[in-house]
T-cell receptor, first 113, second 122 residues
Framework: GQQLNQSPQSMFIQEGEDVSMNCTSSSIFNTWLWYKQDPGEGPVLLIA?????ELTSNGRLTAQFGITRKDSFLNISASIPSDVGIYFC?????????????FGTGTKLQVIP | DVKVTQSSRYLVKRTGEKVFLECVQDMDHENMFWYRQDPGLGLRLIYF???????EKGDIPEGYSVSREKKERFSLILESASTNQTSMYLC?????????????????????FGPGTRLTVL
């Protein structure tokens, strides 16, 4: 199946620092999604990107859909303790008669107060 | 707001037992999904369903089956649980059409997840 390479796998940052994480794929996607999962909970959608080159913000979060359609990044500015969690990228494509979402392996973020 | 609920947050079962994981959504979504989540592997799709009584295999269906008798309910069944099925199981639902190459567009059409069931098989 399709593979998404998400990096970094984990990161420790000081409160107030900016964070950047990205996903790359060997395949083209027509949608990129970013989810956050708090400990013990299911993932929650943060940002959805539908056009190549699109740059979208949601509060302190900014994400971009790469021009090649094979990558996306998520930035978090001025991190706070509640940003702790696992961030997943996901790409959607049309394959085998269905639209399918492929998830990255996640970036575990820890914020040091 | 969309609500996806799962019958148990934690389950402990023995090898060989038959296990049922239940998922219910309250937003009249057409599509429902079962994933398992393991450290370093992300979310992997087990089965999905785009309509009542319809089911399709995902990437890792072996050892699992599903049932969708009602639109709002999607069950995952482990016929004979094994230790390698110890995992976090996540259910999701979405409105987005699965059978069309076109985009329905809009974040509200994406997948909404339940809180997960952490299953341990001893």
């Amino acid at each position: 199946g399709q593979q998404l390479n998400q990096s970094p796998q984990s990161m420790f940052i000081q409160e107030g620092e900016d964070v950047s994480m990205n996903c790359t794929s060997s395949s083209i996607f027509n949608t990129w999604l970013w989810y956050k999962q708090d400990p013990g909970e299911g993932p929650v959608l943060l940002i959805a990107l539908y056009k190549a080159g699109e740059l979208t913000s949601n509060g302190r979060l900014t994400a971009q859909f790469g021009i090649t359609r094979k990558d996306s990044f998520l930035n978090i500015s001025a991190s706070i303790p509640s940003d702790v969690g696992i961030y997943f990228c996901a790409g959607r494509s049309y394959s085998g008669g269905y639209q399918k979402v492929t998830f990255g392996t996640g970036t575990k973020l820890q914020v040091i107060p | 707001d969309v609500k996806v609920t799962q019958s148990s947050r934690y389950l402990v079962k023995r090898t060989g037992e038959k296990v049922f994981l239940e998922c219910v959504q309250d937003m009249d979504h057409e599509n429902m999904f079962w994933y398992r989540q393991d450290p370093g592997l992300g979310l992997r799709l087990i089965y999905f369903s785009y309509d009542v009584k319809m089911k399709e295999k995902g990437d890792i269906p072996e050892g699992y089956s599903v049932s969708r008798e009602k639109k709002e309910r999607f069950s995952l069944i482990l016929e004979s649980a094994s230790t390698n099925q110890t995992s976090m199981y996540l259910c999701a639902s979405s409105y987005l059409a699965l059978l069309s190459p076109g985009l329905a567009g809009g974040p509200r059409n994406e997948q909404f997840f339940g809180p997960g069931t952490r299953l341990t098989v001893l």
